[in-house]
């Protein structure tokens, strides 16, 4: 029986910006996001039954029509006009849940990609896109992952040339025992910056201009020194959980860090280091540490796709 596997990679945020409020409720986003080795893997098989069936090595982990998996199986078959089409889908799950890593999203990417190869349906890029919009935030960057300037509720895209993501590495940690809420989260800054929050596209392309011109996209294309990272859900998330405030003090410390930052809505932290094997000497020296605060940690590289079939 034929079989496809597809690699899900996670993300982190390099920076994280909140413009304002959009006319569809959701918030107005400016971020650079980069995708990391640290990835889940999907098989897929085809099935004559027309069911799409989902089992994952994580048994917490839902694999009803609430995972975004399905979702992403059931819009695709929609899409096309075959809802006969069924899969057997296994995930190997090795992101974190709920962590800021875009774990599910990256999930429902590479379920798009690896159905529409496995089912022979042609759709093209653009056609991917749009419905990786429908599932969600996220999912349009896991598609084609690497570096990219991200807008809108992150569906907009501009691919940036990073000239530091072949050799640049990062340490990420976890806390155990903490996960946060994405719409805590943006509901918090609503709450506390929603007053200073832009109004309308011109204020809001000029925020993004500003970010295409600014020194952290220079620095990644041509090199050199790193600016402070600004993500603006870790300004309100940080004073509430002691676990990120206890991480942050512990990645802050580590020599050779080029800047440290938390990704998404959290609680995933991250250091950032010129080269791999600077990233895992600083894990290694810093697990004792990590495991008697009750995290987890990975060194990994950067990665320059999203969501892709393995030869």
Not at 163 to 184: D, E, N, R, Y
Not at 293 to 305: D, E, I, T, V
Request: hydrophobic share 45%; proline share 5%.
């Amino acid at each position: 029986m034929l079989e496809l596997k597809v690699e899900a990679p996670a993300k982190v945020n390099l920076h994280l910006e909140v413009l304002g409020l959009r006319a569809d409720g959701f918030h107005e986003l400016a971020m650079v996001m980069q995708t990391i080795d640290l990835v889940d893997g999907l098989q897929l098989w085809p099935t004559a039954d027309g069911a799409i069936s989902l089992s994952c090595d994580q048994p917490e982990l839902p694999t009803d029509g609430s995972n975004l998996i399905v979702k992403a199986a059931e819009l695709l078959r929609m899409r096309a006009g075959l809802p006969e089409l069924g899969a057997r889908i296994h995930l190997s799950k090795r992101i974190p849940v709920g962590a800021g890593l875009a774990g599910g999203s990256s999930d429902a990417a590479a379920a798009l990609v690896g159905l529409n190869a496995l089912w022979g349906l042609g759709f093209n890029d653009g056609e991917l896109q749009v419905m990786a919009a429908r599932l969600g935030s996220d999912v349009p960057f896991c598609l084609p992952g690497g570096t990219q300037l991200c807008f809108g509720r992150g569906e907009r895209l501009e691919a940036l040339a990073c000239q530091q993501a072949a050799t640049m590495a990062l340490l990420l940690i976890k806390h155990a025992g903490t996960s946060v809420s994405t719409p805590w989260a943006y509901g918090r800054c609503r709450e506390q910056r929603g007053r200073s929050y832009l109004a309308g596209e011109e204020a809001f392309e000029r925020r993004r201009d500003a970010l295409r011109r600014g020194s952290l996209v220079q620095a990644l294309r041509q090199g050199g020194a790193l600016p402070p990272l600004r993500n603006d859900l870790q300004a309100v998330v940080e004073p509430e959980l002691a676990s990120v405030r206890e991480g942050l003090v512990l990645l802050r410390r580590l020599p050779g860090s080029l800047a440290v930052a938390m990704s998404g809505s959290g609680p995933s932290l991250f250091a950032l280091f010129a080269d791999f094997e600077q990233a895992r000497s600083a894990q290694a020296g810093l697990t004792p540490e990590l495991e008697a605060a009750g995290f987890a940690s990975w060194a990994c590289g950067l990665r320059p796709r999203g969501a892709m079939l393995v030869p």
